[in-house]
């Protein structure tokens, strides 16, 4: 890793993404066009992200099981929506062991219709019901244009796949997901986002109603971080999922399912870094905690490594690094962990020893201000203090960066000004051409109808006509 500077945020957005992720080695490009290689320092942001879901899923009754990759194509064929939806991107298998196949296989880009197939086979009757099952998988979409983590032709994710007795218990489960993923965004990612209903140009092909959480990047740009669909008895009458109900009548089933992926990794690098590089939020960091030993002499240097083998003990119950390679300097490892996003940075010197005090470095506060010297004793409280500080000023920061950036045009004109530099909450009259025509002028789409309606609608921000709802008008990625 050099010490080259990243280019500035202001800059060049985009190139100032793609740097972090290289250099932080976050991920890197695979043989393959639109691939993506996870590394890692990537890896572990995600089984963070994968601990903490996994907990919440748990908790709300979900259990794991995993279904094959390779789906006959015919069942993607069932559903007129899903099909029209994923045919452009489907990857195809025609050859198996050197033989044509007899029927086609198609890599899954998402399980609703493998998963639907089971479901029949396995529920009958209501007692049956609910069936509640998670998997983390991944699967693949033949985008063209590529990003790292943000669209990528193999992701990794997680699909929640339920199916229930009633429309009222499908839509239940439905915002109780969507919850589960704006808690896990706010409060494990610092990540402030936005729930909401998704417009019916937006929706999930074969769902009935898609909602998501949206987040605002840096650039001002909306990021979806994940979604949650309440998909009616669509897959259940393509598949037959049916089942006797309490009066011995056979129905069919509601169905949901849900998503969050690797995506996510994204926003978090879009919502917190800056020019120095990636800035990760205390509780989902790989190394919550690095701590550098400065020395000039071997005298110094047994002293200084003693005292930071002490502070690793001390903090065992964070994950906490020492930075102990003897051919770099401070300098080199400070910008490196900076690069890297670790949250808090100790440094340990021969006066530190001599002071029994160590001094520390926030990473989400640039300069003196984010510098403190304390005390060995206190060490372990003063760190937890720390990593909740700086997880709450990352919040507070991206909460007020969001807000900032948020406009409420009441005329088109305005509209239109406003989508370069941020969101637009705007009265909608529903109408698919208005969101069309804005999106022609603009290249802003509808990111989602918040569920916060706290400002009164009026008439349509595009056409004029009365419109009941806002919407969030913004560019996406
Ligand atoms: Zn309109």
């Not at 995600?46 to 006959?72: C, S, Y």
Request: charged share 25%; glycine share 6%; aromatic share 10%.
């Amino acid at each position: 890793m050099s010490n080259e500077k990243i280019t500035p945020q202001s800059q060049d957005f985009s190139e100032w993404y793609n740097q972090v992720i290289l250099r932080a080695e976050l991920a890197d490009y695979a043989p393959v066009r639109g691939c993506m290689v996870v590394r890692p320092y990537g890896w572990a942001i995600w089984e963070n992200i994968q601990k903490t879901l996994d907990r919440r899923f748990k908790d709300t009754g979900h259990v794991n099981a995993a279904f094959p990759m390779l789906i006959p194509k015919s069942f993607m064929e069932k559903e007129k929506e899903h099909v029209e939806g994923f045919s452009p991107e489907l990857a195809v298998v025609t050859i198996g062991g050197g033989q044509e196949l007899e029927e086609p296989l198609v890599v899954r880009p998402t399980s609703e219709t493998i998963i639907g197939h089971m479901y029949a086979k396995w529920i009958q009757s209501y007692r049956d019901l609910p069936v509640l099952i998670n998997q983390w998988a991944n699967v693949v979409r033949w985008e063209m244009r590529t990003r790292l983590f943000l669209r990528t032709l193999e992701f990794y994710w997680q699909e929640g796949h339920t199916a229930h007795e009633t429309a009222e218990e499908a839509e239940e489960e439905t915002l109780r997901m969507l919850d589960v993923y704006a808690d896990f965004a706010i409060n494990e990612a610092a990540v402030p986002v936005v729930k909401g209903r998704k417009s019916e140009s937006e929706r999930f092909a074969g769902a009935v109603r898609t909602y998501s959480i949206e987040g605002m990047m840096k650039d001002t740009r909306a990021l979806q971080s994940g979604t949650s669909h309440n998909l009616g008895q669509n897959f259940a009458k393509a598949f037959n999922i049916q089942y006797l109900d309490r009066n011995n009548v056979l129905q069919h089933c509601w169905t949901t399912s849900w998503g969050l992926s690797t995506r996510f990794i994204g926003a978090i690098i879009m919502t917190h870094g800056d020019d120095q590089g990636l800035i990760l939020p205390p509780r989902l960091a790989p190394i919550q905690i690095v701590i550098v030993p400065i020395y000039r002499s071997d005298i110094e240097r047994e002293a200084v490594l003693t005292a930071a083998r002490e502070v690793e003990a001390r903090l065992s119950s964070f994950r906490c690094k020492v930075d102990d390679r003897a051919e770099m300097t401070p300098g080199f490892k400070f910008n490196e962990w900076e690069l890297r996003g670790v949250p808090l940075r100790i440094e340990i010197g021969p006066k530190d020893v001599e002071k029994h005090a160590v001094l520390t470095a926030r990473r989400d506060i640039p300069g003196k201000e984010g510098k403190l010297s304390i005390g060995m004793d206190q060490i372990e409280e003063e760190v937890a203090n720390f990593l909740t500080a700086i997880q709450n000023n990352l919040l507070d920061k991206a909460t007020r960066f969001r807000d900032e950036n948020t406009f409420k045009p009441e005329t088109y004109e305005e509209l239109k000004q406003v989508v370069n530099k941020g969101w637009a909450l705007s009265p909608w009259c529903g109408r698919a051409e208005c969101e069309v025509k804005v999106k022609e002028d603009t290249k802003a789409t509808t990111r989602c109808i918040p569920f916060d309606q706290s400002s009164p609608a009026g008439k349509c921000v595009v056409c004029g006509e009365p419109a009941e709802e806002r919407v969030i008008f913004a560019r996406a990625y």
